[in-house]
């Protein structure tokens, strides 16, 4: 099965989670991942549509958040 892997990491900086894809041009980000993979579902059918990519089985969704522990 092919399908689109997207990245969705979360940004200390901007307190957001971003979602990103090599093969989609697609950058949104949101304050919750549940939210951001609605809004990925939604958008990305358009823009691999305007983009004339071929379209795959499904989005393949994978979370990361990564955290620094505070020293004593």
Known sequence: ???????LFWDDEAEVWIATNDEIPLALESDSPDKLVERVKLVAPEIIALNNLEWRD???FVYSRHERMATA
Not at 1 to 7: L, V
């Open 58 to 60: 499904g989005l393949n």
């Open 1 to 7: 099965m092919s399908e689109y892997t997207i990245q």
